[in-house]
């Protein structure tokens, strides 16, 4: 296809994040019709359950974006010999490309001394759009950062190469996504969970051309190589520093040019810089109960559970419950490396708990009136058991059994039963 723009798309967090849909919409509105688009396995190509979310992912762009996309590999090492062939020219013939949450550093391992990042590199110059999101997006800069290996394993903070990508549109810099993460509560995770101690050690490591871009969640940064702009998207903002110092904070809704994104130009003098200006806004954030963070759903399904509870409205508290474990689900793709989700699978836990619990103060009443309570909890583990979260519809089995009300498995489906002594 002739006269493809020219783009380095870059989204701070996961690939299916609600407000991210019409970043994505814009972005594909640029291509000619029947434009190819595709879906790089490689991130997180390690995990047991990628095949879900490739599924889960293109779904995402077929009903939300209202475009198709193809997964591509390799996913793994051992893959490369059958498959990487046929990736590469798949790639080579894509309009549209686009990779997102998994491990940087695996996924680096995978492409560097490959012939992925020049495909990238020459579709950037010669026409196609990049877009790149949470773990995938660490990897555009000259440096990229080890997000796990720093937060989780304990290494010390230090950068490893990245693909380079951006060097294609002149710019030198390591690119942080997650800027703005608030999940750590009680310890700092901004900076895509390095905090600013380890943000300070790694910014000195930093020589005096590379400075760092920082994208919030829920938030893009779209590069146009042949405009020479940069357009920043969604509900946060975009950060530059250099010299461990903040440049500047580039809000949602701007469009600057590449030279004052990097510095060479005063921020304050649109003369030197070239004009700054507002984009038009684009359609209302889709608020999409997802577009929260984890914390603030498990903190949002707690409050709704205590209501409903207080009420003694068991069908609110086991809506809060299911509304939660889709949230966890959601959350489940974008794997960049925190420990949110096992703290909202623990509050998902104690929400059960207290759920079996008033159940058990329920079967102090007559059977009549326990038996709204006892359904509600049928359909609850039945809900769970269709959504193939047999270890949570267990524990709630389990729970439901303390507080002497048996859930049996049947044919037919599930149905509950008083436990007595004899």
């Not at 000619?32 to 790089?40: H, N």
């Not at 762009?61 to 475009?67: C, E, I, K, L, S």
């Not at 701007?254 to 030279?259: F, K």
């Amino acid at each position: 296809m002739a006269d493809l723009p020219r783009v380095i798309a870059i989204m701070g967090s996961g690939e299916t994040a609600p407000t991210m849909v019409t970043t994505h919409q814009e972005l594909f509105a640029r291509l000619p019709a029947g434009a190819r688009a595709v879906l790089v396995e490689t991130p997180y190509g390690f995990q047991e359950n990628a095949t879900e979310i490739s599924e889960r992912t293109i779904d995402y762009f077929h009903r939300r974006v209202g475009h198709d996309v193809v997964a591509i590999g390799p996913r793994t090492v051992a893959e490369h010999d059958s498959t990487w062939d046929g990736a590469i020219a798949a790639l080579q013939d894509a309009d549209y490309v686009f990779a997102g949450p998994g491990s940087p550093t695996y996924a680096l391992a995978q492409w560097h001394g490959s012939a992925f990042p020049d495909v990238l590199g020459a579709k950037l110059r010669n026409g196609g759009i990049v877009t790149f999101a949470s773990a995938a997006a660490v990897g555009l800069g000259r440096l990229a950062l080890p997000v796990y290996e720093i937060y989780k394993v304990g290494q010390a903070p230090e950068w490893v190469p990245g693909l380079d990508l951006l060097s294609v549109a002149g710019i030198d810099a390591a690119l942080i996504p997650h800027f703005d993460n608030a999940e750590g509560g009680t310890h700092d995770t901004r900076f895509c969970y390095l905090g600013a101690r380890r943000l300070d050690i790694l910014e000195r490591q930093l020589g005096d051309d590379t400075f760092v871009i920082g994208v919030d969640e829920h938030t893009a940064l779209i590069l146009d190589l042949s405009a020479r702009t940069a357009t920043v998207r969604g509900r946060g903002g975009v950060t530059v520093r250099r010299g461990r110092q903040t440049l500047r904070v580039i809000p949602s809704g701007t469009c600057i040019t590449l030279a004052e994104l990097q510095g060479e130009a005063d921020a304050g003098d649109t003369a030197a810089a070239g004009t700054t200006t507002p984009v038009p806004p684009a359609a209302a954030p889709d608020r999409d109960p997802s577009a929260r963070t984890l914390t603030e759903q498990v903190e949002r399904a707690t409050a709704t559970f205590d209501a409903a509870l207080e009420a003694r409205d068991a069908r609110a508290a086991v809506a809060a419950i299911l509304d939660l474990e889709a949230a966890i689900t959601q959350w489940s793709a974008d794997t960049t490396q925190s420990d949110e989700g096992d703290r909202a699978r623990a509050a998902l836990r104690a929400l059960i708990v207290r759920l079996g619990d008033a159940a058990s103060e329920g079967l102090r009443d007559p059977i009549e009136q326990i038996s709204p309570l006892a359904d509600v909890v049928v359909r609850t583990r039945t809900a769970l058991r269709a959504r193939r979260d047999f270890e949570l519809a267990d524990a709630l089995r389990d729970e439901a059994a303390l507080a002497g009300l048996e859930l049996r498995d049947t044919a037919d489906g599930t149905t509950w039963h008083l436990m007595t002594d004899d």
